[in-house]
């Protein structure tokens, strides 16, 4: 059942209902399960094969939420879930890794921070909403946070990862937006959603997968736990998660949440290599941080005219 919000008092304006916070917070522990993803592909799966990586996340998970739900697409459920699918994740996985393959892991999640920007204008040209100014100015003061936090002194450039990391912001934000336009079927489970895609984007990169990577050579048991991981929790389980927040939340609220990710891979990273984050890192972390809150928060303007 969808929980509604308790209309706000007329004597003030309303900041978060508990019923939005409560979706918030739920919300963000996608985000923060995928600030997981680099730390469990750079020590536990094999390298160099970034489609296969990008199918074994996406097409394991999708069939075994079809196999608990038990729904499938009806009419213009197929082609869109086969869109949302391969924005999402059918390109935005590989992507992902090409990016973090060609990049240092900071200025890969520097680029990939840059998604709340590109969400607030789609969500103009999409969603025929009106320009939040209040939260691209929050996305970008979340962006030079990140940058802080991960980028180091010896920040590399390669035309082919910038590429591939703002594209890869794209294609998530295009999808996040048309996921807010088209909502989901009546009595269709946020999970069921999640599957149809999952399973749509592991077809499209079944064959790319395997004719171009191949199976990767001597698999072990850390390299299957790995992709567990990231079928069953860093896929299923959140994108079943982030997908109910979407349908509940502002579209550009939500995509500052994504914040969170880079910054769970830095501290994960620090806490892994021993080593304590620096002030500058510690400033950027505030920064992300009150950018990501902040940007939950309804514009002064929008306050005043509630006010009124």
């Not at 729904?71 to 935005?92: D, E, H, I, K, Y």
Request: one cysteine or more; aromatic letters at 6%; glycine letters at 12%.
């Amino acid at each position: 059942m969808t929980a509604t919000p308790n209309p706000p008092s007329p004597s003030c304006p309303p900041a978060i209902t508990v019923s939005r916070a409560g979706w918030t917070g739920l919300t963000a522990i996608a985000p923060m399960v995928w600030g997981t993803t680099y730390i469990v592909t750079t020590r536990m799966l094999p390298e160099g094969h970034p489609l296969f990586a990008a199918m074994m996340r996406s097409l394991p998970a999708g069939l075994i939420a079809l196999m608990i739900v038990r729904q499938l697409p009806r009419g213009s459920w197929w082609w869109r879930s086969l869109v949302l699918g391969t924005l999402n994740m059918g390109a935005f996985f590989p992507l992902l890794f090409v990016a973090a393959q060609q990049l240092p892991g900071g200025v890969a999640a520097t680029l990939g921070a840059v998604q709340p920007i590109i969400v607030a204008f789609l969500s103009v040209a999409i969603l025929h909403e009106s320009l939040s100014v209040w939260r691209v100015c929050w996305g970008a003061l979340g962006m030079i946070g990140i940058a802080l936090v991960v980028l180091g002194p010896s920040a590399a450039m390669s035309s082919v990862g910038v590429l591939a990391g703002l594209a890869a912001a794209a294609s998530m934000g295009t999808g996040v937006v048309l996921t807010k336009k088209w909502g989901r079927p009546e009595g269709v489970l946020a999970m069921s959603l999640a599957g149809w895609q999952l399973t749509a984007a592991g077809l499209v990169l079944l064959l790319p997968a395997l004719l171009i990577d191949g199976v990767p050579p001597g698999l072990d048991g850390m390299a299957v736990t790995g992709y567990a991981w990231l079928g069953l929790i860093g896929a299923l389980l959140s994108y079943t998660i982030w997908l109910s927040g979407i349908r509940r939340l502002p579209v550009t609220a939500t995509a500052l949440l994504g914040l969170l990710s880079p910054l769970v891979a830095a501290a994960l990273g620090a806490a892994m290599a021993g080593e304590a984050l620096t002030p500058i890192q510690l400033l950027g972390f505030a920064l992300a941080l009150t950018a990501m809150v902040a940007g939950q928060l309804p514009s002064p303007k929008q306050k005043g005219q509630a006010s009124s």
